[in-house]
């Protein structure tokens, strides 16, 4: 692993640590030491296995990278409020500057385009991410709305939760699917 890959796994780490520390104010301050060690650690796991499955290691950097800018998106989201109440607009914007970092790290680094896709920027790569990102976010909206109709034994408060993690997990392997085999695949 090189130093960039190590530098942005613990950046990322500590970006996810910002929002952990959000919800446990008290001990939140030990997410600032674990998440980072736990993303170079990911990350090296992820290489190591990617040496004989590719896939896995365009995972784990596709990961990372969503996480991040999931981190902004909430991030920016906050700072929009800040200025004046909520607004779906301020929701549009975060998303946009989340879907635009998320362009960059999977461009240049979850997928490492070729040197002649790099010099590309505003074409039909961009579109296609675009495009399979909103996919994304619709499978997203759909999953949890389908899954909250769901009658379960569960709390309808954890079943609610459970139901954001299951619509963001179905919306992350089409992104990573999409992104994969449309949007950076190898030009051979």
């Known amino acids: ?45 992820a290489e ?10 365009q995972a784990g950097r596709f990961a990372l990278a969503g996480a991040f800018a999931d981190v902004i998106d909430i991030k920016v989201f906050q700072l929009l409020i800040l200025f004046a109440p ?3 607009t301020f929701k549009a914007i975060s998303f946009l500057v989340a879907t635009f970092i998320k362009y960059w790290a999977n461009k240049y680094w979850a997928f490492d385009t070729s040197p002649e896709q790099k010099k ?4 039909n790569q961009m579109a296609y991410f675009f495009l399979i990102t909103a996919g994304g976010l619709a499978l997203n909206v759909f999953s949890f709305y389908y899954l909250n109709k769901i009658q379960t034994s569960i ?28 949007v950076f695949k190898k030009q051979i």
């Open 1 to 45: 692993m090189n130093k960039n890959n190590i530098t942005f796994a613990i950046l990322c780490g500590l970006a996810v640590s910002w929002i952990a520390f959000d919800f446990f104010e008290i001990y939140g301050w030990i997410f600032f030491i674990i998440l980072p060690i736990l993303s170079v650690v990911g990350l090296w796991m």
């Open 48 to 57: 190591v296995v990617g040496r004989k499955i590719l896939f896995v290691h």
């Open 86 to 88: 909520f607004s779906i």
């Open 120 to 123: 590309i920027f505003w074409d």
């Open 155 to 182: 709390s309808s408060h954890l079943w609610t939760e459970l139901s954001i993690i299951f619509a963001a997990l179905v919306a992350a392997i089409w992104n990573f699917l999409g992104y994969k085999f449309i």
